[in-house]
């Protein structure tokens, strides 16, 4: 818009630097680049353009922060494009599930321990069981003691 | 009456204090039960025991507590305080009864033949202290006593070892032989002093009664595991495997009960065994025996 105020004025002042043929035709005097120079120093935006601006900043600001990466606004993103695509959008989605169950194969193929391997990994037998706290056995006294220290007999008794 | 009003409380008060006399008579003349004091020496690596000593019915003698760690020689004896002498009759190392004899011995107490079956029941301790029979005590942690005792309650500080404990009748049901935990302690029972007794008294010794059939401590049911040869029990018919539920007139339940019973056998006295077998309940009379030697 600026430009075309320019080559307005310019054809005003009669100056011409090059015609369709990209053909030099006059150079032009040093008054006319005076001119010309004056003329570019006058060049202002139109009223208001600065204020429009701003404004078309600020709108811009505000839909790039609505449209953030989040998983929803993807999904939306995702789904208007498939639904944008038409009839191909069946071949998208056939590919595109080809393509999940190919990584995933390879994926398992890649992460799961071979045969091989696991026949290489020494087993280590986990000792699972709890060792009874070693019961003291039950001791017949001969005499009747109560002290701690007394010993009876154990096991067989022959009455 | 009307111009005489004190003599009545006079009267009260007079009366009051025969009432008080005659009490305080009577718990002397109880007291004086437990006025016979023997003291043992110490054995070997043990220690000395007092223990009171106890008139038997019969007037043969006494009867007193050893303690185990003391020995029963020369024990030096008091009665009421004053020294007297002693004879040491015999001691069973079982039951620790002792029994003694002395030229001094004039009193003569009842004693019961056996101790009262009801639990609770109240007994009496040479004074004002009262106590009750909480139990019997067969087993104390993993050792089976040779037969049991009697726990006892008692409304105070436990007497001393060797004090009589009579019930209502006035009869001596038990012999207190250690304290147990707060104010209860263990007591020799009065069947216990009966099954030694005549053996102690006659030969110095108690004489154990042998049917020859074994039992295993840790076993939980009485379960006879085995028979010796040519004894008492493989005569009679009992097998291995059987299990005893009765033993006289005591019910068996487990081992320690095998074992309280088996401490009343008296050889030469037939005894009425009760057993199962498989689904059977099956009697047996089986004559004990002196114990063989090494068995």
Known sequence: MVGTKILKKSCQVGINFV?????????????????????????????????????????????????????ASLWNRATDWFGDLGRAKWAYGAGLAYASVAAMGLVAFLVYPRAADVRGT????????????????????????LGPSTQGSVGEQVF | ???????????????????????????????QVASWEIEFPAAANGHACKSIAVPLEDGSGLVAVLLPGAQAVQPVAHRGGDPVTVEVIG????SR????????????IAWAKTV??????????????????????????????????????????????????????????????????????YAIPVDAVNRVRPDLMRQGKLVRGWLGLSLRAESPTPQVTRLSADSPALQAGIRANDVLLQVGTRPVADYADAADAFFYLVPGEAVRLKLLRGADQLDFTVNPVVTPAGK
């Open chain 2, 1 to 31: 009456m009307a111009g005489h009003p004190p003599t009545r409380p006079i009267r009260r008060l007079l009366r009051l204090f025969l009432v008080v006399t005659g009490l305080g008579a009577s718990c002397l003349a109880s007291a």
């Open chain 2, 97 to 108: 009864l002792c029994f003694l004899k002395s030229p001094a011995l004039s009193e003569r």
């Open chain 1, 122 to 145: 020494p087993m280590v037998p986990v000792k699972h069981e709890v060792a009874p706290a070693p019961v003291p056995p039950v001791e017949q006294l001969d005499e009747l003691d």
């Open chain 2, 91 to 94: 001691q069973d190392p079982v």
């Open chain 2, 116 to 185: 009262p079956s009801a639990l609770g029941t109240a007994l009496h301790a040479p004074g004002p202290l009262r106590a009750r029979a909480n139990g019997w005590v067969k087993q104390i942690g993993t050792k089976v006593l040779p037969f049991a005792l009697l726990r006892v309650g008692f409304e105070g500080p436990v007497p001393p070892t060797g004090t009589p404990l009579s019930g209502e009748d006035g009869r001596v049901v038990a012999l207190v032989f250690q304290p147990a935990t707060g104010n209860t302690a």
């Open chain 1, 19 to 71: 015609n369709l043929n990209h053909q030099p035709v006059v150079k032009p005097s040093v008054e006319q680049l005076g001119s010309l120079l004056a003329l570019k120093r006058e060049e202002r935006p139109e009223e208001g353009y600065w204020q429009d601006f701003l404004c078309e900043f600020h709108q811009r600001q505000r839909e790039a922060a609505v449209k953030r990466w989040t998983p």
